[in-house]
């Protein structure tokens, strides 16, 4: 995945390695139950966590692992007061450092959670694949084109290991999202003309700095903040929306045209990111998607896909509102399974029938896709395909060999005109 690649060769690639058949899986030991490692143990692992356990009662959390103690321990004994015997992680298998993802890997699990800053996500499932485990993992994939390549060829050994790979694309499993897909394509609203994309949304608030923090952790602990880290807003959270738009269209864009920059965050906490975008995308079908995401206190808030067609529209918004109007007329109800159970459920499922299933593809997409994007804005730049999925930017160097004593990077904010497209 080195070698320079068109749309047209990866998309091939993708459907290639889809129809490879599919080995049946075995569980350790022959057991039922599935032994779960937790690598990245924040809010969202530990909330993933809680979603495998809900998902399956046959899962157990078998091991942990963080570069925080604090943040360990926080997991551990909140994972432990509310399922108790399901959490099977004595002190030797909680895991501290920037290697710990190595030993929770070696610890006998069956099945990783990948929940740390996006930046290392790359590095993980590749060594994941490697290791011949089933993943879970947090979106975006990469926040940079070499990473997302990364994890294209971690996606081509978990096909060729009979591994199953799930991101954490919630919509995808959510009935809501499903169906008005479904009749987008069964041509309830006619041809597809144009479609609207938003994330709009109050800012995170930094963490003030403690006694005894290095720059670099201090950046560690406000990684939202930070591009090599997060990717920005349309790569660590617009994602989800972006995602929901190549799912329409069958496909990602052909090019972006974007614009942003930051107009209310400009404190030094707020590291180097903006704090809106807009992006233009074109698809190989000459519809336009317009794409919008701020983050911005006490300003309307609105998460939302609107798809235009020539016969009707149909609404996905969030997990509360769905509609399709056009030659057909389609509005469900509001009472939805919760979709992030519903992922590793789906998940879990597959391998317990001895078919994994393999999301890499359409994650490292969707990625791209934002990638692109935000290259974009920050360059102020026509960005096509071709030029992201090329690109020479690789910020996954920064985290190969990475310390607690290594130095934090000081990036500028980017500057449309100035900052040169890599």
């Keep these: 995945m080195n070698q320079r690649l068109t749309r047209r060769e990866f998309l091939k690639a993708g459907a290639a390695l889809s129809a490879l058949p599919i080995a049946q ?98 590095v993980h499932l590749l060594a994941a694949m490697e290791a011949g485990k089933h993943v879970f993992m947090e979106k975006p994939v990469a926040v940079c084109p070499e990473g997302v390549r990364m994890v294209l060829r971690a996606g081509e050994i978990a096909q060729q290991k009979r591994l199953g790979v799930m991101p954490g694309t919630q919509y995808r499993w959510h009935p809501g999202y499903q169906g008005v897909i479904e009749r987008i394509r069964a041509g309830h609203i006619g041809e597809v003309r144009a479609a609207y994309a938003y994330y709009n949304a109050a800012s995170p608030a930094p963490k003030p700095r403690e006694q005894g923090w290095s720059d670099l952790v201090y950046q560690l602990r406000n990684w939202l903040f930070y591009n090599w880290l997060a990717g920005d807003q349309p790569v660590e959270q617009f994602v989800h929306n972006i995602d929901v738009m190549n799912w329409v269209m069958g496909s990602p864009p052909t090019r972006a045209m974007a614009m942003g920059g930051r107009q209310v965050r400009t404190a030094p906490e707020y590291g180097d990111v903006y704090d809106h975008f807009a992006i233009e995308y074109e698809y190989p079908n000459g519809v336009r998607v317009l794409a919008m995401c701020r983050q911005m206190d006490n300003t309307a808030y609105r998460v939302s896909n609107l798809v235009v067609g020539a016969e009707g529209t149909a609404l996905l918004e969030q997990f509360t509102n769905f509609y399709v109007r056009g030659k057909e007329t389609w ?92």
Excluded at 53 to 58: H, T
Aim: include cysteine; charged fraction near 25%; charge should be negative.
């Design 25 to 122: 899986f075995a569980h350790a030991q022959g057991s039922d139950t599935i032994k779960v490692g937790l690598v990245g143990c924040g809010g969202r692992g530990t909330g993933a966590a809680i979603d495998c356990l809900r998902a399956d009662n046959g899962t157990v959390i078998w091991a942990l692992g963080d570069i925080f103690e604090d943040r360990l321990n926080a997991s551990y004994e909140g994972l432990k007061e509310q399922f108790a015997e399901r959490v099977q992680v004595p002190s030797e298998r909680r895991f501290l450092g920037f290697d710990a993802y190595k030993k929770v890997l070696e610890s006998g699990i069956d099945l990783v959670l990948l929940c740390t800053p996006p930046a290392f996500r790359p």
């Design 331 to 422: 509005e469900p109800g509001k009472q939805w399974l919760n979709p992030y159970v519903e992922e590793h459920r789906v998940l879990i499922e597959s391998l317990r029938k001895g078919s994994p299933i393999n999301e890499t593809r359409t994650i490292a997409e969707s990625t791209l896709t934002a990638i692109m994007g935000r290259m974009s804005a920050y360059t102020g730049k026509v960005v096509t395909w071709d030029a992201a999925m090329n690109s020479k930017l690789n910020l996954v160097e920064r985290v190969m060999n990475i310390g607690y004593d290594s130095p934090a990077p000081q990036d500028p904010v980017p500057i449309p005109g100035k900052t040169p497209l890599v």
